[in-house]
């Protein structure tokens, strides 16, 4: 187990991942993919993926930032539980491919992709009650978006 980062300078770490957020490309990431991104399918997500367009440049964008901070979680540079009651929106936005995410991993030949925003997504009770919360949620924005 690492050694866990002190107090202080997980929360300059934290201010400093909240900065990034707030850059104009990455904002653009999350709206798309707070918004208008939503795979109905594993294929759905995959072609998303596979068009190398603006979309996919967006969604690997912002799930990357999340999967970089999660992985801050796994050496101990932050705590579980202070990213769990920071960064909610990973949640949500992990909820949206979190069931497509092994076939995936699958078809692209990617068996690592995303690993540490599992891990901390799924490594907790808590992690897991707010993930079937947020997949539900997820699902009642996706209804009211209409199909491209």
């Known amino acids: 187990m690492p050694k866990k980062t002190p107090a202080i300078a ?5 201010l400093h991942l909240y900065e990034l957020r707030r850059e104009t490309v990455m904002r653009q990431a999350r709206s798309y993919v707070g918004g208008q991104f939503q795979p109905r399918s594993a294929e759905e997500f995959i072609d998303a993926i596979r068009k190398g367009d603006q ?3 967006y969604i ?7 999967d970089m901070v999660c992985a801050f979680v796994l050496h101990g540079a932050l705590t579980e539980g202070l990213v769990y009651d920071t960064c909610q929106e990973m949640y949500f936005q ?28 799924g490594g907790s009770p808590k992690g897991r009650r707010r993930i ?17």
Not at 10 to 14: G, I, M, P, S, V
Not at 136 to 146: E, G, H, T
């Open 94 to 121: 992990w909820a949206k491919i979190q069931p497509y995410v092994k076939t995936f991993r699958r078809e692209l030949n990617l068996p690592e992709w995303m690993q540490s925003i599992e891990k901390v997504i």
């Open 10 to 14: 997980q929360a300059k770490l934290l």
């Open 132 to 148: 079937a919360a947020m997949q539900a949620s997820a699902k009642a924005v996706a209804a009211r978006i209409p199909k491209p």
């Open 60 to 66: 690997l964008q912002v799930f990357g930032y999340w």
């Open 55 to 57: 979309q996919t440049s």
